[in-house]
Structures are given as C-alpha cells and as structure tokens.
C-alpha cells in the first residue's frame, strides 16, 4: 500500500492516536451533555447545550484561522503535538467549570485546540505520502475520528452509569495525555531522504489502468512542481480567492458539516424521543459515528481506485440515501409502528444518514486541499474548514431553539431534510467541477 512500510507505518499509527485522543477530548462535551442536563445542580437546558456546541463550532472556527498558517510555517508534527496538549488540558477545565459562562468559554478553547489535528495531517500526509494514496490515508486517519467517537461514547457513557461527569471527563484527559508522550517519541516531521518518492515513483504505476496510471504521474509531478512554490501565504489566500474549484467545495462543506452536526444532537433528540436515560442515550447515540466509521471502511477499499467521474456518481448517490434517512425520521411515527420498532428503525436511517454522508465529508476536500494547496494545504483545508465550522456554528445555534421550541424536534428534522437536499446539489457541483479539471489537465 505504501513506499517503505515501517516508516510510514509509523506515521500513520501516531498520527491515528494523536487525532483519537484529540477527537475523544472533544466529544466529551458531547458525551456529557445528558448527564449535564440531569444535573439539577447546574440547571441547564437544551438551548445552552446547543449554545455550548455553537460557541465551540466558533471556537473551531478561529482555531482553524490560526493552525493553518502556522502548520505551513512549522510543520505537521508541531502543531498536531500542540493541539493534543491542548485538548487535554482544556476537558479537564471544562470538568472543573460550574456555570454556563465557564462550560461555555472553556467548549470553545477546547475545539479551538481541536482544530490543530486536520491541518498538521494535511502537512504530514503531503510529505510521507504518495499522491495516489492521499485517498486511502485519508480513508484510514478519518476512521480515527469516527472510531474513537465510538468508543468512546460506548466507554465513557458506561463510565457515567456509575461516575459523576467530571470524574469521566478526567479520565478522558488522563488518556490523551498518555497519546501524547507517545506521539512526542514516535512521529517525524518529514523523511530524511529528500528523494523519497521521486526514487521509487515508477513502482507506482498503475499498469491494469493506463488512464488512472496517466493521472497518478501527473499528480506526482504536480507534487514537486506545484505553481505556488516559493509564494508567500498571501499570494496563496489570493489564488485561492479566485478559484471556482475553491469556492465549489467551500459551499460542499458548509453544507455537510451541517449534517454531520446532527451528531451534536443525536444523543438527546433519543433521550426525548424514546425515554432514555442519560447513560443509554450516550450509547445510543454511537450509531452515529459507527455509520460513519462504516461508511469511510467502505471508502477505504474503493476511492482510489475510482476516476473522478466514478466518484461524483458515488457521492451523489450516496448523499441521496442521506435525504430519504432524515424523511424516515420525520415521518416514521406516520407508519403506525410499535415505540420498539420505531426506536430500532430510527436508530437504522440515523446509521444510514452517517454513513451516507461520511465518505464525502472527510475525503474530497482533504485531497483537495493537499493537491491544490500545496505549499500552503494546511492554510486552505483550514480555510475551508473555518467556513464550515461558520455554517455548523449557525446550525447549531438554530437547532437547540428549535428542539426548545413548540415544534421541537420535528421542527428540529425539518431543517436537517432541507439541508441534506442542499447536501446532494453541493457534492454533485464540486465533483463534477474535479472531473472537468482532470479531464483537462491530461488533453
């Protein structure tokens, strides 16, 4: 799969379990939304749990302004090590924090921290890795984000059955920190060979695929040949300023970082809907990430291997099966079936929505970032993150008024079934914008 295993290898294992222990950092405030809300002593509501994941949306939001530049000045291994430090110190302050205003500021510091781990991947991945199998390495570290999520949600929601909140939440630090010294030992910022691929480049062609083979020695040369070498971050914000492709996926991820916010609220939306208790609603609610995991398992195994055009087809139908899962859910109690067999179909479509959205989520954007930002990749996948971030934020703020409002929930589904339709038209545009600009580029 890759040039020299045992180096890369290692890159990919530390950079596995330093993006883990930040994700499971920063799903605590997730985790423990149930039993906060439980919490008499505290007195929270639903609003200041959705202003919680909104004022961290922002805070992900600026962190992304800041580690992008800085991961393009000094490297992927800084700024993810950083970032790990970060998110452990931050969860233990939040489970020291005892009003709104505290829970708050320090949910907004923690997804700050968070945000370090896409850029300083991006940085990593660029120099360890061959452009051809950006897909897969990004396949493979995006499961980390979704398996930690999982088991971490299934561990830390046990733990609360029988421990206070802010027990589990040290618990949660203690363990990133313990990532942390292993990463600090084992990840390297770049091979030593400063002719790492170039030397093996030729053991990579695709010999069974003479189109794919064509595109992967242009992505190669793109690689050492990229226009914006030697420009400064300006220029780079300004190229990008004026690039549709740009533009296109920037409008693909707001969209969808919506969709994947939905996470943010699963775990209550069943506690309410199905009357569970807050331990149950944490575990519940791994269905989520579990499709997502699912889904990027799936990806693993074919983005490469597609063309662009195969890939546009995929997604848009893929994100398809993401509008029909959030109008099952709107409309299930319509089918007259027993609370049991609904809880268990709700609990299906809530799988197939994430697992539907996941692959184009994570993957499309992260090789476009690398491919077309080059030297300044971490400064545009921050970008393009931070708008993101911009529409969860407003999704998020929206959405816990809604789930307080008269309608509730299902006012709640009605945005997300307007959203997820939005999600194809997105998807299908930049695509399909990627498969004409690599049908270009090899004429």
Known sequence: MFNRPPQQMNIIITMYLGYAAMMICRQMVTILSPALLADETLALTKTNLGDFAAYGTLGALVGKLIW???????????????????????????????????????????????????????????????????????????TSSRFSVVLATLFFGWLLSFMHWRTVGFIAAVFALIIFIGCYVYLKEKPEDANFFKEKSNDNINTNNPKLAMAEKQALYNKYNHPLLGTSTIDGLVAFAKSP?????????????????????????????????????????????????????????????????????????????????????????????????????????????????????????????????????????????????????????IGGRLADST????????????????????????????????KQSLE
Not at 107 to 128: H, R
């Open 245 to 397: 492709r740009v533009w296109l996926v920037v409008i693909m991820l707001m969209v969808l970082t919506c969709m994947m916010a939905f996470l943010d609220f699963v775990a209550v939306y069943l506690m309410e809907s199905y009357q569970l208790t807050p331990s149950e609603a944490a575990m519940a609610s791994t269905v989520f990430p579990v499709g997502s995991l699912t889904g990027l398992l799936a990806s693993i195994a074919f983005y490469d291997r597609f063309s662009k055009r195969g890939i546009r087809t995929v997604l848009t139908i893929a994100l398809s099966f993401s509008l029909l899962s959030v109008l099952t859910l709107q409309y299930l109690p319509l089918f007259n079936l027993s609370a049991e067999l609904n809880y268990l179909v709700a609990l299906g479509v809530i799988f197939v929505f994430a697992f539907s959205i996941s692959p184009a989520y994570y993957l499309p954007m992260s090789i476009f970032s690398i491919e077309y930002g080059g030297p300044h990749s971490a400064t545009l996948v921050c970008l393009i993150d931070a708008f993101g971030f911009a529409a969860s934020a407003t999704f998020a703020f």
């Open 68 to 142: 992008g530049p800085l991961a393009d000045k000094f490297g992927g291994r800084f700024t993810l090590l950083i970032g790990i430090f970060l998110t452990a110190l931050f969860i233990i302050a939040f489970g020291l924090s005892a009003n709104v205003l505290a829970f708050t500021g320090f949910s907004f510091l923690l997804y700050c921290s968070k945000s370090s781990g896409w850029p300083g991947m991006t940085k990593l991945i660029g120099e360890w890795y061959h452009p051809q199998n950006y897909g897969r390495v990004w396949s493979i570290l995006a």
């Open 407 to 438: 309608g509730g929930w299902s006012s709640f589904i009605n945005m997300l079934i307007l959203i997820s339709a939005l999600g194809i038209i997105s998807v299908w545009a930049f695509m399909h914008s990627e498969y004409i600009a690599a």
